[in-house]
T-cell receptor, first 113, second 111 residues
Framework: DTGVSQNPRHKITKRGQNVTFRCDPI?????LYWYRQTLGQGPEFLTY????????KSRLLSDRFSAERPKGSFSTLEIQRTEQGDSAMYLC???????????FGPGTRLTVT | GQQLNQSPQSMFIQEGEDVSMNCTSS?????WLWYKQDPGEGPVLLIA?????ELTSNGRLTAQFGITRKDSFLNISASIPSDVGIYFC???????????FGDGTTLTVKP
């Protein structure tokens, strides 16, 4: 399978803990995106990378959130000091270029207790 | 920021019926995308539209890019039970990397 993969698929954590998610994009795709989705809503943009450069961050991405794509391949999204309001599905997508279709991974569902 | 209004919010139809849903925006987009999402999974791309007025089909699905560039429509013909899911529209601007999503139309198909 050469689609976008995300790990873990599910994460349960206690409030105040740090969590890290990984995304592996489609191999030749230069762009990688992170979105967050809560129940009953569409995905909301968080940030995106062109190769290893982080080009845009949403205001939704508080200072507790950080994303990296160190070698322009996989990416990690870390949430520090998690809060219950961070509970959501975190989706990763990749595209060949800026004007191309974005293909999504299966998501990581985070539950903060 | 830009917002997409998707309607209807939900639909309950009989197997074999045709379905129409639409998406409107307060501002223009250069690209319109339609996705389907099953519970617990990521959205799956169905159709991409790049030009105003464009009409594109993918099997029983047909989507149109509105002439004003502020709306798009998705039609599903002869619905089947596996069409059940949430359908999202998304708009993209050439200069912006992100997609802006609607809140989805939930489709239920009764056999």
């Amino acid at each position: 399978d050469t689609g976008v993969s995300q790990n873990p698929r599910h994460k349960i954590t206690k409030r105040g803990q740090n969590v890290t998610f990984r995304c592996d994009p489609i191999s030749e795709h230069n762009r990688l995106y992170w979105y967050r989705q809560t129940l009953g809503q569409g995905p909301e943009f968080l940030t995106y990378f062109q190769n290893e450069a982080q080009l845009e961050k949403s205001r939704l991405l508080s200072d507790r959130f950080s994303a990296e794509r160190p070698k322009g391949s996989f990416s990690t999204l870390e949430i520090q000091r998690t809060e219950q309001g961070d509970s959501a599905m975190y989706l990763c997508a990749s595209s060949l270029g800026g004007q191309d279709e974005q293909y999504f991974g299966p998501g990581t569902r985070l539950t903060v207790t | 920021g830009q917002q997409l209004n998707q309607s209807p919010q939900s639909m309950f139809i009989q197997e074999g019926e045709d379905v129409s849903m639409n998406c409107t925006s307060s501002s223009i987009f250069n690209t319109w995308l339609w996705y389907k999402q099953d519970p617990g999974e990521g959205p799956v791309l169905l159709i991409a539209l790049y030009k105003a007025g464009e009409l594109t089909s993918n099997g029983r699905l047909t989507a149109q890019f509105g002439i004003t560039r502020k709306d798009s429509f998705l039609n599903i013909s002869a619905s089947i039970p596996s069409d059940v899911g949430i359908y999202f529209c998304a708009g993209q601007l050439i200069w912006a990397g992100k997609s802006t999503f609607g809140d989805g139309t939930t489709l239920t198909v009764k056999p």
